[in-house]
């Protein structure tokens, strides 16, 4: 039986651990605020708005809310964003994607100052990942490799295979676990053979954004598998990248879809913003 990763249990930990060091800060007059800023009114994205409010008012962070219309024009976010960036008040600005076609999301990420870029978006913050200085990490992740550290799994000197390549995912991932000290491939939808590369990882993350594509034909026998994908199934249940009920068999250790790495990615936005603090000192 594999280890099934309890992503829930465990960023409820990371969110207590950030509550405590907010009131800390709030003991000193520390007070941290996140604007938080949607344009238009895409269902999913309210949802994931929505649950960002939340945390923010478990761990005692303010949220600043800016709902904007559909129609709300570049210049007019783009002048939002200047007069956060400017206010002294906001640790941190996060701008909920995707955006209407009518703007550009990566002049929008390279406007946000980059000490308050909490969501590890703007080249600054991929730049200084990758060269492994002080910045703001991609929380889903960032989440993942707490998920791994917390879980037991060590990564130096593991076989890890990433699938998938986006820039909020895949490349951070890659990155962090060769900060990690993991020896680190990255298949992407033209990479060839790909089983054969999948079948060498010690740790597996499928983030490939098809459901159930990863089955156990794809994995080594007692690797840890890491499923980024969110999917609704036919049935209209959630279901991950990764076939579980296939794959958990031969897996040590595996993330279930709920409940895996979906709630990481707000605990460690929540992370993002206690370390506000720090990184705007600098
Ligand atoms: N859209 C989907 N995921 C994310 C995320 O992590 N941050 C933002 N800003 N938008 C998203």
Redesign the pocket.
């Given at each position: 039986m594999a280890l099934r990763i309890d992503g829930k249990a465990i960023s409820m930990q990371i969110k207590d651990e950030c509550k405590e060091k907010v009131a800390s800060y709030k003991e000193k007059g520390i007070e941290i605020k996140l604007a938080v800023i949607q344009v238009g009114n895409d269902p999913a994205s309210s949802v994931?708005v929505g649950n960002k409010k939340k945390a923010c008012a478990y761990v005692g962070i303010e949220s600043l809310s800016y709902e904007l219309p559909e129609e709300t024009t570049q210049d007019e976010l783009l002048g939002l964003i200047k007069t956060l960036n400017e206010r002294e008040d906001v640790n941190g600005i996060?701008?909920?994607?995707p955006l209407p076609e009518q703007i550009d999301e990566d002049l929008v990420i390279k406007a946000i100052d980059p000490r308050k870029d909490v969501?590890g978006f703007h080249p600054q913050s991929v730049g200084a990942l990758s060269i492994g200085q002080p910045g703001y990490v991609s929380?889903?992740p960032a989440g993942i490799i707490e998920l791994l550290e917390r879980s037991g799994v060590e990564i130096e000197g593991k076989e890890c295979v990433v699938i998938g390549r986006s820039n909020?995912v895949g490349k951070p991932m890659a990155l962090l676990l060769l900060r990690k000290n993991g020896t680190v491939t990255i298949c992407h939808s033209r990479t060839k053979n790909l089983k054969e590369v999948t079948k060498r990882a010690d740790i597996l993350v499928a983030a490939i954004g098809k459901p159930k594509f990863i089955t156990k034909e794809y994995v080594k026998e007692g690797a840890v598998v890491i499923d980024v994908g969110i999917h609704r199934n036919e049935n209209n249940k959630l279901c991950g990248d990764v076939d579980y009920d296939d794959v958990e068999p031969v897996a040590s250790a595996i993330t279930p879809v709920p409940g895996g790495v979906g709630p990481m990615?707000i605990a460690m936005l929540m992370h993002n913003c206690v370390e506000s603090v720090a990184l705007l000192k600098k």
């Open positions: 994931y996060l701008v909920q994607l969501d929380c889903t909020i990615t």
